[in-house]
């Protein structure tokens, strides 16, 4: 089955570096994800990493992903009070790629 | 581009009434569409695919004469719930992949209480 976990709080001072880690399970996964969503709001689309990638780097975010142990992760570099948000890992599931399981959300709190 | 709307963004309604959610794709067209419900501090759970001019593919435990999903058209899914109860009160979010399947496009959500 499908498990897609993630920490569910991370608190950074402004203009610090935030990492945010998630684990998934399916092996066969394409693509991976990462969506921010601010209150009331939907899903935003951050960045995505094809599977046979280690790191995929996109202005002041940065993806990690160690297929071998399942561990995906985002920095993002100079945290901004407006990076306060909640931000999910989700993950392809098996051959549909477009089909998708979200970890739990991780909610990012700036402070000055 | 690749923009997703929902209406109504927020709905009140009694118990026993239905109520219908829309999701538009506003500059492409999206054969599929997915259903998300949302429970507060707690992650999308994927409700059903909604393919244009077929039947939708319900998830396991969601009942499909609750939650009806008419995907008519290749811009339009819209979600009904039907004999709504307070425990489907919820913020329910669609989503729109793109043209070339690449990625889902998440509309704003609509936030539905029902009394």
């Known amino acids: 089955g499908e498990d897609v976990e993630q920490s569910l709080f991370l608190s950074v001072r402004e203009g610090d570096s935030s990492v945010i880690n998630c684990t998934y399970t399916?092996?066969?996964?394409?693509?991976l994800y990462w969506y921010k969503q601010e209150p009331g709001a939907g899903l935003q689309l951050l960045t995505y990493?094809?599977?046979?990638?280690d790191m995929k780097q996109d202005q002041r975010l940065t993806v990690l992903l160690n297929k071998k142990d399942k561990h995906l992760s985002l920095r993002i570099a100079d945290t901004q009070t407006g990076d306060s948000a909640i931000y999910f890992c989700?993950?392809?599931?098996?051959?549909?790629?477009?089909?998708?399981?979200f970890g739990a959300g991780t909610t990012v709190t700036v402070r000055a | 581009g690749a923009v997703v709307s929902q209406h109504p963004s927020w709905v009140i309604c009694k118990s026993g009434t239905s109520v219908k959610i829309e999701c538009r794709s506003l500059?492409?067209?999206?054969?599929?569409m997915f259903w998300y419900r949302q429970f507060p501090k707690q992650s999308l759970m994927l409700m059903a695919t909604?393919?244009?001019?077929?039947?939708?593919?319900?998830e396991q435990g969601v009942e499909k004469d609750k939650f009806l999903i008419n995907h008519a058209s290749l811009t339009l899914s819209t979600l009904t719930v039907t004999s709504a109860h307070p425990e489907d009160s919820s913020f329910y979010i669609c989503?729109?992949?793109?043209?070339?399947?690449?990625?889902?496009?998440f509309g704003p959500g609509t936030r539905l209480l029902v009394l």
């Open positions: 989503s729109a992949l793109g043209e070339r399947e690449e990625t889902q496009y």
């Open positions: 399916d092996s066969s996964s394409t693509y």
């Open positions: 990493i094809f599977s046979n990638m």
């Open positions: 989700a993950e392809s599931i098996g051959s549909n790629d477009y089909k998708l399981s």
């Open positions: 500059d492409f067209q999206a054969t599929t």
């Open positions: 909604s393919n244009e001019g077929s039947k939708a593919t319900y």
